[in-house]
Antibody
Framework: QVLLVQSGAEARKPGASVKVSCKASGYTFSTYSMHWLRQAPGQSLEWVGWINPGNGDTKYSQKFQGRVAFTIDTSASTAYMDLNSLRTEDTAIYYC???????????WGQGTLVTVSS | EIVLTQSPGTLSLSPGQRATLSCRVSQSVASSNIAWYQQNPGQAPRLLIYGASTRATDIPDRFSGGGSGTHFTLTISRLEPEDSAVYFCQQYASSPLFGPGTKVEIK
């Protein structure tokens, strides 16, 4: 079964960091770029950036540049997102998603709720 | 900067009716770069349409997409109760951008 499974919900204080994982199964991990998006409560989706699991190349949204980093463990077919200097407005569900034809996102993780509160 | 606008904000229809959702883009984009998603509460988005008009895997044929340039549409030909959800359009030029969404309610 083709799946993306993310790590569980996290709670952090402002200024802290969080690391979210996304484990892929059922397909060749290195073949498709992995994107990270987020969705604040009641809002639309916002793109954070992507990583190429094949070579580790990354591209980050300007909004998050300098605060976010994506990494890959190819042996575990797992992608990671590190977000630091957290603010209350970073409270959102964070999704990993596979880029497919179109381009569009055909496979999504279940989402990881990150709550930032003092 | 490209902006996506979706209308209406909310659509309330009865089962069996036809729903037409609109997505307007602030500048002309290639049809190949337009996708539509369905999102139910507490769930991740689900890809419905890519390339403006191609149904994704296992998507029922009552869902269809169309349009070009700056105006794209998602049509649900015969609404079923399980179609109650929020629908987002997405364009992908240099990076993906999503519209604000249309909520479809089934009476």
């Amino acid at each position: 079964q083709v799946l993306l499974v993310q790590s569980g919900a996290e709670a952090r204080k402002p200024g802290a960091s969080v690391k979210v994982s996304c484990k892929a199964s059922g397909y060749t991990f290195s073949t498709y770029s992995m994107h990270w998006l987020r969705q604040a409560p009641g809002q639309s989706l916002e793109w954070v950036g992507w990583i190429n699991p094949g070579n580790g190349d990354t591209k980050y949204s300007q909004k998050f540049q300098g605060r976010v980093a994506f990494t890959i463990d190819t042996s575990a077919s797992t992608a990671y997102m590190d977000l630091n200097s957290l603010r209350t407005e970073d409270t959102a569900i964070y999704y990993c998603a596979r880029l497919w034809l179109g381009p569009s996102f055909d496979l999504w993780g279940q989402g990881t709720l990150v709550t930032v509160s003092s | 900067e490209i902006v996506l606008t979706q209308s209406p904000g909310t659509l309330s229809l009865s089962p069996g009716q036809r729903a037409t959702l609109s997505c307007r883009v602030s500048q002309s984009v290639a049809s190949s770069n337009i996708a539509w998603y369905q999102q139910n509460p507490g769930q991740a988005p689900r890809l419905l349409i890519y390339g403006a008009s191609t149904r994704a895997t296992d998507i029922p044929d009552r869902f269809s997409g169309g349009g070009s340039g700056t105006h794209f549409t998602l049509t649900i030909s015969r609404l079923e109760p399980e179609d109650s959800a929020v629908y987002f359009c997405q364009q992908y030029a240099s990076s993906p951008l999503f519209g604000p969404g249309t909520k479809v309610e089934i009476k």
